[in-house]
């Protein structure tokens, strides 16, 4: 468990480029692992979650090599070709490893054994596995609908039409994964839009998938026995990544950085709405597409925060920015009140007590209610900080990441009892954060 102390050595200069898209990184994989043929990956993100995806691709018959120069390379198995795995599939931290692969073999006749760590190991799985039994897969959950789980996939697999209860992406992606190996058509509703990085890639492996609206709501369709053709996939950077390097340029003063190859999907974009409507100054340059996908640099200049009410409709599209945006709140002018993130009790952590507890102890003006924080902003006096006492990270990579981002604004530093979990998602941040400070 290695603590450090994250504090201020000035401003963020220059210009960086943030690691690879976790989301596109697993779906790349899997996609590529289904497709008969050689698929390559560029910008793969080689994070620890993504690692756990290839590991479990492996174990399921892909051949996944990594070259030389960073390419990734992937001989599929073709849909309905996976194998079973003779040992357990350790998903380590990664809940998008877990319900994605157990959509994808839930419609294979195999059986598989899903473990993880201990905070994978608290998160609900029933989520998925109500759809995925409605198509005849059976599971052996953990109380509560946990892992470890032993899963039996379907023979012969049904199609479903499932309206989402939550609002999934995983859950969505897990129905629809288990869909392409179903015959017949399997419908996925979503009430409210969630990213759509698996439709978007799976058109590009080939996969035929219709999405229309019904009553207002999205419909996707997919066909089953699909063919995935071998497709080469270029990741563009993350988003969730770079919104630690925003929010850190926004609030040290005399900030002034270029994130280069951002991804900029509409359904990942909330963070950048939400920053400006609180004040903060971000510049996108030289608009593109890469890998199917929207990306631009962004410029973020230091600005002054004013708190803003955030609406709850834009939750799912920075769904896993809230920590960092409490973060960039605290050091607002003005009081920020969000509502609507009951799911941020089931993500790595209990994101909400995380970050009110993590933010209290530097110093911070939080209350807790049950779906969101409120927090009164300093009007950018630094935070305290927390020298003395070492916030809880809970094995959550955001949450230690967004509280190493506060201890910039701070006067004492921020001590992190536990950087290790940063290498799921963001190998890379701390000597990121340093590069961007020199
Ligand atoms: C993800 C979906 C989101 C997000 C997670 C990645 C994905 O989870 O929080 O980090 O890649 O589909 P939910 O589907 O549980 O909202």
Redesign the pocket.
């Known amino acids: 468990m290695p603590a450090q102390t994250f504090a201020s050595s000035g401003p963020l200069k220059g210009t960086i480029r943030v690691p690879g898209d976790?989301?596109?990184s697993?779906?790349a994989l899997m996609f590529a692992g289904l497709a008969v043929g050689t698929s390559r990956i560029e910008g793969l993100l080689e994070g620890e979650d993504v690692l756990a995806t290839a590991a479990a691709m492996r174990q399921l018959g892909a051949d996944i090599e990594r070259e030389e120069n960073g390419t990734w390379r992937v001989n599929g198995v073709g849909v309905g070709g996976l194998l079973g795995p003779h040992e357990a599939l350790d998903m380590g931290n990664s809940?998008?490893s877990t319900?994605?692969l157990m959509g994808l073999l839930a419609s294979h006749a195999l059986s598989a054994t899903f473990i993880g760590d201990a905070s994978l190991s608290g998160r609900p799985m029933n989520?998925v596995i109500a759809p995925l039994s409605q198509m005849g897969a059976t599971f052996e959950a953990s109380a509560g609908g946990t892992l470890p789980l032993m899963l039996r996939g379907a023979s012969p697999p049904v199609p479903i039409r499932y309206r989402l209860p939550?609002?999934?992406?995983?859950?969505?992606?897990a129905v629809l994964l288990a869909g392409l190996n179903t015959p017949g058509i399997t419908t996925v509703i979503e009430p409210v839009a969630?990213?759509d990085?698996?439709e978007r890639m799976l058109k590009g492996f080939g996969v035929e998938l219709e999405i229309g609206e019904e009553e207002g709501e999205r419909a996707i369709s997919v066909r089953g026995e699909a063919d995935l053709t071998p497709c080469d996939v270029t990741v563009p950077g993350d988003p969730?990544s770079a919104a630690f390097f925003i929010v850190a340029a926004l609030i040290v003063p005399g900030s002034d950085v270029i994130i280069e190859n951002v991804g900029l999907n509409p359904t990942r974009a909330g963070i950048g709405a939400v920053l400006r409507q609180m004040g903060g100054s971000i510049e996108e340059l030289n608009p593109r597409e890469v890998g199917g996908e929207p990306v631009a640099d962004l410029r973020v200049r230091h600005s002054s925060l004013k708190g803003i009410e955030v609406d709850p409709a834009l939750a799912?599209s920075l769904?896993?920015e809230f920590p960092v945006l409490f973060v960039a709140a605290a050091l607002a002018d003005g009081t920020t009140r969000t509502t609507g993130l009951e799911?941020l009790r089931?993500?790595e952590s209990d994101r909400l007590a995380a970050m009110a507890t993590a933010l209290a102890s530097a110093g911070a003006g939080v209350t807790e209610q049950e779906d969101g924080l409120t927090i009164e902003g300093t009007a950018g006096e630094p935070l305290r900080g927390s020298a003395n006492a070492e916030v809880e990270t809970h094995l959550d990579h955001r949450i230690a990441m967004a509280m190493a981002i506060a201890g910039l604004a701070s006067r004492d530093g921020v001590r992190v009892d536990d950087t290790a979990p940063i290498a799921t998602s963001f190998p890379s941040f701390t000597e990121l954060l340093e590069t961007a400070q020199r």
């Open positions: 976790k989301s596109i697993h779906r809940g998008t319900r994605l989520r939550v609002a999934s992406a995983q859950v969505k992606s969630t990213r990085h698996t969730s799912p769904i896993d799911e089931v993500k």
